[in-house]
DNA sequence: CAGTGGTCTAGACCACTGA
DNA sequence: CAGTGGTCTAGACCACTGA
C-alpha cells in the first residue's frame, strides 16, 4: 500500500465498493470506528472520504452515517463535442438555433472575432444555452459557414484540428437572458461548461454552454490520481 | 460570501485566477500570509487550496510556493462515445481492430454476454484498449454486427439508446496483454476509463477502455460544486 | 539550510437528523 | 436528544527543493 494514510483508507473502500463487496445501500462504518480501526485521527479519515462523497461514490448524512451510492438517475458523460450524438442516443431530436451573430472587428488589442449565440434542443426543448467567441483568423471559412445545418462546434470539429483543450464546469443562476433562452425562469440553477481551445498555441475558440440543471446531469467519477 | 471560510477563501482564489487577475506563472501567497490575512488555522487554507491543485488551476512547489499553472500541453475533453471524432480532429486517421469475439450463453445466473476485445488506433498507432461486455438480450442484432466498419462503441450508440451511464477514471499499470495490446512495455502507466451503461434499468454494456498515458490525458477542472 | 508545502494529531464546537 | 458528520484550531514533524 503506497502513499499517504488517507490514501490508503480511501483506495480501501473504492476497492471494496468498485468490488461490490459493498454495495449501493450498505453502511460505511463511523468516522469513530475508523479511527480506532486505522489507530488514526478522525480527520485523516474525514480527508479519505470526502473525496469520495464529492464524487458521488458515498453519500454521508449526519446522525444517519455513510452510505455506498446508488446509480444516479439521470446522468451524463462529460461530452461536449458531440451534444448532437447523445441526444439521438436519448432518441431524442437535436436541434441547433442561431440566436445572434456578430463580427467583431480587429482593433489594435486583438484580432477579428465571430461572436455566436445560440441554443441547444431536444425535441424541441431548450437544453442548453450557448455562447462562443471564434477567433476568426484561425478558422477560415467560418463567417460563411451555415449554423442552420451543424453547430458551430460541430463545424470547428470538422474544419479545424484543435490541439489543446481547457474544459471547467460550474453550477451558476441563470441570467434574465439565460433564462429567456432556456424557458426557466430567472436564478435557475444552471450546469454550465467553459471551454477553451486552443490550435498550436493559438486560441481558436471559446464556449460557455449553459445546460438546464434537470435536464443534464454531469457525471465523473475519479479514482487514485484523478 | 456564503458557505464555509475554506470554500470562501477557494472562491476567491478561482475568481482572481479565471477572471485574469492572476495569470499563469503569477505567485499566490504562501499559506502563512493567507493564515494571516484570513485569520484561520493553516489546514484550513490547505483545505482551500489543495482542490485547486487537484484540479489543475494551480501548482504547489515546496520551498518555492502555490502558482496559477500553465494550461497543459496535451489535453483532451472526457469524451468516450465519440474517440473515432476526437482522432480525426487532431487529423489522426481513427481504426477500430476487432481481437477477440465471445459469445457467452446465458446460464442460470446471468443473461447471454458478447464479449468483445479490440484496440483503437491513430494513425495505426495503438491508442486504446477496449473491453467490452454486452447484454445480448439488450442490443438485439449485435451479435452479427460487423465491426470492421464501426467501434461496438459506434454501434451501441446508434442502435441501443441509454438512459444511465456512469464513468470512472483510474490510472493503471498496463497488464501483460493490455502491454502487448498497445505495444507498451508491461507495467507501462495507462489510462483506464470504465463505464457502465444502462438502459431502463437494464444493464446494456460493461467497457474498459485503457489508453497510453503519454498519448492521451485527460483534463477536466471542476468549479465550485464540482 | 531555511522556507515552503504535505500530512497528521487530538481536540473543540456545531448542524443536522433519525431513533 | 443522542449520534453522526462538517468544520476549524493550534500545533507537530517531515519531505522536498531552491537560494
Known amino acids: 500500500m503506497n502513499g499517504t494514510l488517507h490514501d490508503r483508507i480511501r483506495t480501501d473502500f473504492e476497492t471494496r465498493i468498485l468490488s461490490g463487496e459493498l454495495a449501493p445501500g450498505d453502511r460505511l ?3 469513530q470506528a475508523l479511527m480506532a480501526h486505522y489507530g488514526c485521527a478522525r480527520m485523516t479519515v474525514h ?11 458515498i453519500e454521508r448524512r449526519r446522525k444517519a452515517g ?4 446508488r446509480p444516479r438517475a439521470h446522468s451524463m458523460v462529460l461530452d461536449i463535442p458531440d451534444l448532437a450524438a447523445e441526444v439521438a442516443a436519448r432518441g431524442q431530436a437535436y436541434a441547433y438555433r442561431l440566436l445572434g451573430r456578430t463580427l467583431r472587428a480587429a482593433d489594435a488589442s486583438q484580432s477579428a472575432m465571430l461572436e455566436l ?16 467567441l471564434v477567433a476568426a483568423a484561425v478558422a477560415p471559412g467560418i463567417e460563411t459557414a451555415d449554423f442552420a445545418r451543424q453547430s458551430p462546434g460541430a463545424w470547428l470539429l470538422a474544419h479545424v484540428p484543435w490541439s489543446e483543450a481547457e474544459t471547467r464546469i460550474t453550477a451558476a443562476a441563470a441570467t434574465a437572458a439565460e433564462a429567456t433562452t432556456l424557458g426557466v425562469a430567472k436564478g435557475a440553477p444552471l450546469l454550465c461548461v467553459a471551454r477553451r481551445t486552443w ?3 493559438r486560441l481558436v475558440t471559446l464556449v460557455r454552454q449553459a445546460f438546464v440543471a434537470d435536464a443534464y446531469e454531469l457525471v465523473a467519477r475519479f479514482g487514485p490520481r484523478g
Open 117 to 132: 449565440d445560440g441554443v441547444h434542443t431536444a425535441d424541441g426543448r431548450p437544453l442548453a444555452a450557448e455562447h462562443r
Open 199 to 201: 490550435r498550436a498555441g
Open 66 to 69: 455513510t452510505f455506498v451510492a
Open 29 to 31: 462504518p463511523t468516522e
Open 47 to 57: 480527508k479519505a472520504l470526502s473525496p469520495l462523497a464529492a464524487a458521488g461514490l
